[in-house]
């Protein structure tokens, strides 16, 4: 399967850079790098740009991820079940691609262009926090 080392289902963030908070789905390893999942459900098949909302939404979770833990999330995840297709939609991204359209969505927010470096100095990790630590269950 794609999904490792669950770091948690259904987790609050927050951020002060961000002035935001929210409830990641699903924060695990997917192959075998750190993503935020989101699960979304639909009626009908769904198009890659179509979703772009919800590519913003999982970037800005990932940075507040990592600035709440440190630790870079490399993968976003949106996994739609659909009631025509017999197998779920699975869109997989990288988030740095979508910083931008969180920068001009937040700028616009808190009327201040410097909370995007802010943000991103955070992912200047080392190494042994390039993964998500293990959960002991």
């Given amino acids: 399967g794609h999904i490792d080392s669950v770091f948690g289902i259904e987790f609050p963030l927050h951020s002060d850079t961000l002035n935001t908070a929210g409830s990641a789905d699903l924060i695990a390893e997917w192959d075998g790098e750190p993503a935020i999942v989101d699960f979304k459900t639909s009626t009908r098949e769904k198009r890659r740009e179509w979703i772009e909302n919800y590519f913003i939404q999982e970037t800005a979770y990932s940075l507040m991820f990592a600035e709440m833990y440190g630790i870079r999330v490399r993968k976003i995840v949106t996994v739609i079940v659909c009631d025509t297709l ?4 699975v869109f997989v991204e990288d988030p740095i691609n979508w910083y931008p359209r ?3 969505i937040f700028v616009k927010q808190r009327d201040d262009s410097k909370w995007l470096p802010e ?3 955070c992912l200047s990790l080392s190494p042994q926090q390039q993964s998500l630590p293990r959960c002991s269950v």
């Fill in 102 to 104: 969180v920068s001009q």
């Fill in 119 to 121: 943000a991103l100095s």
């Fill in 86 to 89: 017999p197998r779920a939609q």
